[in-house]
C-alpha cells in the first residue's frame, strides 16, 4: 500500500514538474518585434533589420540609410 502511495505521488510530482516548464514563445517574439531599431548592411542597396526583413538602403554622405 505505501509503495503503491510513493508510486502514484512521484507520478504526479513528475507531470506538475514537466508542466512547470513551459513558455509562451509567441508573446515574446510579438514584444521583440515592436522594438526593433537599426539593420545590417548586406549589398550596396540592401540590408536586413533586426526583424529578419529586407530593406532597402541609399547611401548618404558617405553612410547607409533606410529609404522610406
Do not use: H, P, Q
Given at each position: 500500500m505505501v509503495r503503491s502511495v510513493i508510486i502514484v505521488g512521484i507520478a504526479v510530482t513528475t507531470?506538475?514538474?514537466?508542466?512547470?516548464?513551459?513558455?509562451?514563445?509567441?508573446?515574446k517574439e510579438i514584444a521583440e518585434k515592436k522594438n526593433c531599431r537599426g539593420y545590417s548592411v548586406i549589398?550596396?542597396?540592401k540590408g536586413i533589420?533586426?526583424?529578419?526583413?529586407?530593406?532597402k538602403?541609399?547611401?548618404?554622405?558617405?553612410f547607409f540609410e533606410r529609404v522610406n
Amino acid at each position: 500500500m505505501v509503495r503503491s502511495v510513493i508510486i502514484v505521488g512521484i507520478a504526479v510530482t513528475t507531470i506538475i514538474l514537466s508542466g512547470a516548464n513551459f513558455k509562451n514563445i509567441e508573446a515574446k517574439e510579438i514584444a521583440e518585434k515592436k522594438n526593433c531599431r537599426g539593420y545590417s548592411v548586406i549589398e550596396v542597396d540592401k540590408g536586413i533589420d533586426c526583424n529578419g526583413d529586407t530593406i532597402k538602403l541609399t547611401k548618404v554622405n558617405g553612410f547607409f540609410e533606410r529609404v522610406n
